[in-house]
C-alpha cells in the first residue's frame, strides 16, 4: 500500500486517482527543497510529508537543509520577526554574515534539481552563489505574513527576488508586490496525523481524566502560543461573562511551554494571574509534541476559540473545523476566510462578541452540530493536503507554460 | 446506429497569483475596477468559484461579497450580486457595468465606506490549468452514474469555463448529450439552469434533478 493510499479513506479513490493523474504531467522533474531545520517548526513538518508523497507521485525529490552558526539563526530569527514587521536591530556585518553562510551552503549542498524550492529567507540566496545551468528554476516560498515587513531587511531580500521564476505566500493579504509571480497556496492539515487522526474514545476520555476536565461538561477550548495576538485573557473575560448563565462551563488555554520565549513566559504569567484560582479555567503547558493530547482536547470540546488579533493562516482553526466543532474566532487573517457567520461558526470583535455567541451556541447543540458537518466539508475540500500537493503541482506545469490563458495538459 | 465520441472528462485547478495590492475602501474599488488587467477581473468574477472561498456565500462573486461584507455597503451589493458576466456581452462590458455601478454609488454617499483592517479585497489573479481525468462516458446513463462523483472542478470547467470559453451559449454537458441523443426537452432544461447563481454543489445537485427526471434508471436516480 502507498503512502498515498491512505488518504483514499479520508478524500475517495477518485481525488487519489486524480491528484496521481496530475502528476503524471510532471513525473520525472527532479526536485529539492531547501529549508533551515530537518525537525521543529512548521516548515519541517509540511516537507516531513511533502517529500515522501512527491517522490510516490514520481517526482524524484529531495530535501536538503542548510547549516550554519549560532550567530546566523540569531540573524534569521531576526530576518523572521523583521517580516512580520516587529523590530530588529540588525548591523551590516549581520546582513554579510548571512550571506556568507548562504555562500558556503550553495557550495556545500547538492542542489542541481529542474526546480528548487527555497523555503523561507533563510537560505534565500542560494541562487545567488550557485552556478548557473545547475538549477533549472527557483522558487521561493515564503510561509511568513510579509504584508508589512521591515523595510531594511525587506529591501535585502527583495533584492534576491530577481534571481527567482516565481514566489508562493500562503494568502494574498501576505504578499507585498515583487517582480516575479507570486502564487497563493495556502497550508494544510494532515488528515491522518496525529494531531488530527481519529483517536479512540478510550482514549479520549483517558487524556480529559488526566488533565482534571470533566467529560460530562460543556468544555471550551482555545489552542495557542501564550502570545498576546492571540488574546487569552480577551478568551477568560469572555469565560467569566458566561459563567453566571453557564455555572458547568469549563474553559481550556492549551499551549505549549514558554520556557525559551522570554514574553511567551510573560504572557503566561498574565494568564496564570487572571486565571486564579478558577477551577473550571485550566491552563495547560503542552510538550511540542503532545499533539495527541490536542487532538482529544479538541474533539472534547463544545466549541473551539481562536480569538486572536493578528493572526496568520490559523490552522488551529483548520483543525478544529475538520473535528467538526463549531469556531469563534478574531476577524483577523486566514480566521476570516475559514469562519462564515451562522455556517462554520462566528467571528468575533471582544469579549463581549465571544461571549455572545458562545451562549448563542451553547443554548443550540443542532446548529453546533450543522455547523461542524458545513466547517469538516470545507476543510476537506480545500485545506487538506492533497490540495496543497495539487497545488504544487500546478506551479510546475506553470513553470514549463508560463502564461495567463487557460492551459490544457 | 448512428455513432457519436464519448464525453472526455476533464479535471482543472486555478493557479492563483497574488498582485500584492488591495482596496480599503470603495474609491480605491472604482480605481481597481478601472485598470486592473482583465485575468484580475475575470477571477474575481467568474473563477472565484473555484477559490478556496466558503461554498455557501450569498453572492456568487467577489466584488459583491466584499461590498456587502467587508464595506457594509449592501446597496451596492445587491447590485454588484445581481451582475451575471455571462449574459453581459463580454468582459469589457462588464467592467463598465462595475465601473458605472460604482461611479454612481460613490455620486449618491455623504462618506466613502471603508472597510476594517483586515478585510481588505486582495486583488488576485489566475488561470485555470486543465487535464484529462482519463474517465470516458460513451452514454448519457454512464455520465448520469457517475455524476455524483465527478469533482466540482471538472464541473466547472465544463460548465463555467466552457460558457466562457464558447460562444456564452452552452455547456459541454449538454453540447455532448444533444449528439448522444438525449431528448431535446433534456438538453433545453440543462441549459435553463442559471449555474452562474449556484454554487458548485447546488448545481450538482441540479443536473443529478434532470438526469433523474429524464434518465430514471441511471444511479442519479438513487444517489441524489
Keep these: 500500500m502507498g503512502l498515498l493510499d491512505r488518504y483514499e479513506e479520508v478524500v475517495g479513490h477518485q481525488e487519489v486517482r486524480r491528484l496521481r493523474h496530475l502528476a503524471e504531467r510532471v513525473a520525472g522533474k527532479r526536485i529539492v527543497h531547501v529549508n533551515s531545520t530537518r525537525t521543529g517548526g512548521g516548515v519541517a513538518e509540511i516537507l516531513g510529508w511533502m517529500v515522501p508523497l512527491f517522490n510516490e507521485l514520481g517526482l524524484e525529490t529531495r530535501w536538503e537543509v542548510i547549516a550554519g552558526p549560532p550567530d546566523f539563526?540569531?540573524?534569521?530569527?531576526?530576518?523572521?520577526?523583521?517580516?512580520?514587521?516587529?523590530?530588529?536591530?540588525?548591523?551590516?556585518?549581520?546582513?554579510?554574515?548571512?550571506?556568507?553562510?548562504?555562500?558556503?551552503?550553495?557550495?556545500?549542498?547538492?542542489?542541481?534539481?529542474?526546480?528548487?524550492?527555497?523555503?523561507?529567507?533563510?537560505?534565500?540566496?542560494?541562487?545567488?552563489?550557485?552556478?548557473?545551468?545547475?538549477?533549472?528554476?527557483?522558487?521561493w516560498r515564503c510561509h511568513i505574513d510579509a504584508a508589512r515587513p521591515n523595510r531594511a531587511v525587506w529591501k535585502y531580500l527583495e533584492k534576491a527576488v530577481p534571481m527567482y521564476d516565481a514566489t508562493i505566500f500562503s494568502m494574498a493579504a501576505f504578499a507585498r508586490p515583487l517582480p516575479r509571480p507570486m502564487f497563493i497556496i495556502p497550508p494544510s492539515i494532515d488528515?491522518?496525523?496525529?494531531?488530527?487522526?481519529?483517536?479512540?474514545?478510550?482514549?479520549?476520555?483517558?487524556?480529559?481524566?488526566?488533565?482534571?476536565?470533566?467529560?460530562?461538561?460543556?468544555?471550551?477550548?482555545?489552542?495557542?502560543?501564550?502570545?498576546?495576538?492571540?488574546?487569552?485573557?480577551?478568551?477568560?473575560?469572555?469565560?467569566?461573562?458566561?459563567?453566571?448563565?453557564?455555572?458547568?462551563?469549563?474553559?481550556?488555554l492549551a499551549g505549549g511551554s514558554a520556557d525559551d520565549d522570554p514574553e511567551g513566559a510573560e504572557v503566561l504569567k498574565e494568564v496564570m494571574e487572571r486565571a486564579g484560582s478558577e477551577k473550571d479555567l485550566k491552563v495547560l503547558l503542552l510538550p511540542p509534541d503532545a499533539h495527541r493530547t490536542i487532538n482529544a482536547l479538541q474533539r472534547s470540546a463544545t466549541i473551539i476559540l481562536q480569538k486572536s488579533l493578528r493572526e496568520g493562516f490559523g490552522l488551529t482553526v483548520t483543525e478544529a473545523l475538520w473535528k467538526g466543532k463549531p469556531v469563534i474566532g478574531g476577524a483577523t487573517g486566514g480566521i476570516a476566510l475559514q469562519i462564515h457567520d451562522y455556517q462554520t461558526g462566528f467571528l468575533v470583535y471582544s469579549p463581549a462578541g465571544a461571549a455572545y455567541r458562545v451562549r448563542y451556541l451553547l443554548r443550540y447543540a443542532d446548529k453546533r452540530q450543522r455547523m461542524g458537518k458545513i466547517g469538516h466539508e470545507f476543510v476537506k475540500e480545500h485545506f487538506l493536503l492533497v490540495r496543497h500537493l495539487r497545488d504544487y503541482l500546478k506551479v510546475l506545469l506553470y513553470l514549463d507554460h508560463p502564461g495567463m490563458e487557460t492551459l490544457v495538459v | 446506429m448512428e455513432s457519436y465520441p464519448p464525453f472526455v472528462l476533464f479535471d482543472c485547478g486555478l493557479?492563483?497569483?497574488?498582485?500584492?495590492?488591495?482596496?480599503?475602501?470603495?474609491?480605491?474599488?472604482?480605481?481597481?475596477?478601472r485598470t486592473v488587467p482583465d485575468p484580475v477581473l475575470e477571477h474575481h468574477l467568474v473563477r472565484c468559484v473555484l477559490d478556496d472561498h466558503f461554498e455557501l456565500n450569498e453572492f456568487p462573486n467577489d466584488l459583491a461579497r466584499w461590498c456587502w461584507e467587508g464595506l457594509g455597503d449592501q446597496v451596492l451589493a445587491e447590485q454588484l450580486g445581481l451582475l451575471d458576466p455571462y449574459q453581459s456581452g463580454g468582459l469589457a462590458a462588464v467592467r463598465a457595468t462595475i465601473v458605472d455601478a460604482v461611479e454612481d454609488r460613490l455620486w449618491t454617499i455623504e462618506r466613502v465606506p471603508w472597510c476594517r483592517p483586515g478585510r481588505e479585497l486582495h486583488l488576485v489573479q489566475s488561470r485555470v490549468i486543465a487535464y484529462d481525468s482519463d474517465e470516458r462516458?460513451?452514454?448519457?446513463?454512464?455520465?448520469?452514474?457517475?455524476?455524483?462523483?465527478?469533482?466540482?472542478?471538472?464541473?466547472?470547467?465544463?460548465?463555467?469555463?466552457?460558457?466562457?470559453?464558447?460562444?456564452?451559449?452552452?455547456?459541454?454537458?449538454?453540447?455532448?448529450?444533444?449528439?448522444a441523443g438525449a431528448k431535446p426537452e433534456m438538453v433545453r432544461q440543462w441549459r435553463s439552469v442559471d449555474f452562474y447563481f449556484r454554487n458548485l454543489t447546488q448545481l450538482r445537485h441540479e443536473y443529478m434533478a434532470i438526469f433523474r427526471q429524464h434518465l430514471p434508471e441511471s444511479q442519479a436516480a438513487v444517489s441524489g
Excluded at chain 1, 204 to 213: Q, V
Excluded at chain 1, 243 to 251: G, I, R, T, V
Excluded at chain 2, 15 to 33: H, I, V, W
Excluded at chain 2, 147 to 155: E, G, M, T, V
Design chain 2, 137 to 179: 462516458f460513451t452514454t448519457p446513463a454512464a455520465l448520469a452514474e457517475a455524476f455524483p462523483r465527478i469533482s466540482l472542478r471538472s464541473l466547472f470547467y465544463h460548465v463555467h469555463e466552457a460558457h466562457w470559453r464558447g460562444d456564452g451559449k452552452s455547456d459541454d454537458f449538454s453540447s455532448w448529450l444533444e449528439v
Design chain 1, 73 to 139: 539563526y540569531r540573524v534569521t530569527k531576526s530576518f523572521h520577526n523583521a517580516i512580520q514587521g516587529l523590530p530588529v536591530n540588525l548591523k551590516r556585518g549581520d546582513f554579510e554574515l548571512h550571506n556568507e553562510v548562504n555562500r558556503q551552503n550553495a557550495e556545500r549542498l547538492n542542489l542541481e534539481a529542474d526546480a528548487v524550492f527555497v523555503h523561507d529567507p533563510q537560505p534565500g540566496y542560494l541562487p545567488h552563489f550557485t552556478p548557473k545551468g545547475r538549477v533549472k528554476r527557483w522558487v
Design chain 2, 15 to 33: 493557479t492563483r497569483f497574488a498582485l500584492g495590492k488591495y482596496c480599503s475602501n470603495l474609491r480605491e474599488l472604482l480605481e481597481a475596477m
Design chain 1, 191 to 252: 488528515p491522518l496525523s496525529d494531531k488530527n487522526c481519529p483517536i479512540p474514545e478510550a482514549e479520549r476520555l483517558e487524556t480529559l481524566g488526566r488533565h482534571g476536565i470533566d467529560a460530562d461538561r460543556p468544555l471550551l477550548l482555545q489552542v495557542s502560543r501564550f502570545d498576546r495576538f492571540k488574546d487569552p485573557l480577551g478568551v477568560i473575560d469572555a469565560f467569566r461573562l458566561l459563567k453566571p448563565y453557564y455555572p458547568e462551563l469549563q474553559l481550556v
